[in-house]
Nanobody
Framework: QVQLVESGGGLVQAGGSLRLSCAAS????????MGWFRHRQAPGKEREFV??????????YYADSVEGRFTISRDDAKNTVYLQMNSLKPEDTAVYYC????????????????????WGQGTQVTVSS
């Protein structure tokens, strides 16, 4: 079955960096668009889009809140997608999830939780001030 396993979360001071990884199995990774989402622990907060990368890696797209600080990349040979997070802020504290959506020849980046087929279990990122 399909599995997405995130790793790399942890505690970091504001201004620091972390790199999250998401290892996929049970699917033909190269045919999937990938995305990163996060869920901040606050009343009424829903899972929000962070960044996405297209099938083939030619297109990326980011939420305004992380543009210029976060970078998403993929290594199809390793079935892994990464999220490099720099200049972290306390408001980046959240559980981060990776997601996969099967695409056939499309180069789109998907931003809605409803557009993804598979999800990982999440990894906690905590940024202290």
């Amino acid at each position: 079955q399909v599995q997405l396993v995130e790793s790399g979360g942890g505690l970091v001071q504001a201004g620091g960096s972390l790199r999250l990884s998401c290892a996929a199995s049970g699917l033909t990774f190269s045919t999937y668009a990938m995305g990163w989402f996060r869920h901040r622990q606050a009343p009424g907060k829903e899972r929000e889009f962070v960044g996405g990368i297209s099938w083939g890696g030619g297109h990326t797209y980011y939420a305004d809140s992380v543009e210029g600080r976060f970078t998403i990349s993929r290594d199809d040979a390793k079935n892994t997608v990464y999220l490099q997070m720099n200049s972290l802020k306390p408001e980046d504290t959240a559980v981060y999830y990776c997601a996969a959506r099967r695409t056939v020849g499309a180069t789109s980046v998907y931003v809605s939780v409803y557009e993804y087929n598979y999800w990982g279990q999440g990894t906690q990122v905590t940024v202290s001030s």
